[in-house]
């Protein structure tokens, strides 16, 4: 099914289970990759966030160690075609016990580092950018799942060049651990 396609939902289940099995999956990855700090992202990692369900898990490495840390990943996952894999990025989607995962291989301090690190950072330290957030994932249910994420992007995308504005970068530098 393409994102024209497929509508966007939100789900009503409770967000312990997501944090439950980030739990799970974060202590496999990081016991294969003990270099690495493994972060709980996306909606379910946010308190008070309307979510999809799904779980989303940032794994942080240095960029010495991306090709090693994705040669380990291909070895274990199937990487996911929604995105181009790049030098400094690599996504992986399955689904376990019915939950989608997706996995964000990422070297730190990258672009596409700081998209995912901080916007939950962002949206945890406000909660009107939450509601507004929010208020956009319940204008979009029923619509494609294009067009959500068409909206979302120019969201998160205005939330982080404010947040990146006010706030210093120090937390780009790597602190191998499970981070929730």
Request: hydrophobic share 40%; glycine share 4%.
């Amino acid at each position: 099914m393409t994102d024209e396609q497929e509508l966007f939902t939100l789900s009503a289940a409770d967000t312990s289970q997501a944090r439950r099995l980030f739990r799970t999956i974060a202590a496999d990855l990081f016991a294969r990759l003990p270099s690495s700090a493994i972060e709980h992202v996306g909606s379910t990692a946010v308190a008070g966030s309307l979510t999809k369900g799904d779980l989303d898990v940032l794994v942080r490495v240095g960029a010495a160690d991306f090709l090693k840390a994705q040669l380990v990943l291909d070895e274990l996952l199937i990487p996911s075609s929604r995105n181009e894999r790049t030098l400094e990025y690599a996504e992986y989607d399955y689904s376990v016990d019915g939950a989608s995962v997706s996995i964000q291989l990422v070297v730190v301090g990258s672009d596409i580092d700081n998209h995912f690190h901080y916007v939950k950072a962002a949206l945890e330290s406000d909660s009107d950018a939450l509601n507004e957030y929010n208020d956009l994932k319940s204008r979009y249910v029923g619509r494609s799942m294009a067009s959500y994420r068409q909206a979302k992007e120019r969201f998160i995308d205005s939330l982080l060049a404010a947040y990146l504005a006010a706030h210093d970068q120090r937390e780009s530098i790597l602190l191998p651990g499970i981070h929730e």
